[in-house]
């Protein structure tokens, strides 16, 4: 999946914004290697606004945040996403709960 998104970076970017609206729903499935991780940051940067939010409320943040793999996609959606109330309501709080636990 990796080879495609690359690829179609540099042909037809329309491509892979019908392939980030199929795949919003399965983010977290595909963070299991390095090159899923790539892929899912590359869709998640492509995704519209209202469908980037649907994306980060559906993650599970704090399970995540302490994968060696799917920790750096939780970055990656703090430090690109442009609603704060949301990052500090879902994503820094989810984490910060499990490490308090």
Do not use: W
């Not at 996403?81 to 500090?88: I, M, R, S, V, Y």
């Amino acid at each position: 999946m990796l080879d495609y998104v690359e690829a179609q970076a540099v042909e037809d970017i329309s491509k892979l914004k019908h392939l980030a609206e199929l795949m919003k729903e399965k983010m977290p499935a595909i963070l299991a290697s390095k090159e899923g991780l790539k892929v899912a940051c590359a869709l998640f940067n492509l995704l519209e606004a209202k469908d980037r939010k649907s994306v980060v409320k559906s993650l599970p943040c704090a399970e995540m945040a302490v994968n060696r793999i799917a920790h750096l996609f939780v970055i990656h959606v703090a430090n690109n996403l442009d609603d704060t109330q949301l990052t500090k309501k879902k994503v820094l709080h989810d984490v910060l709960m499990k490490i308090d636990d």
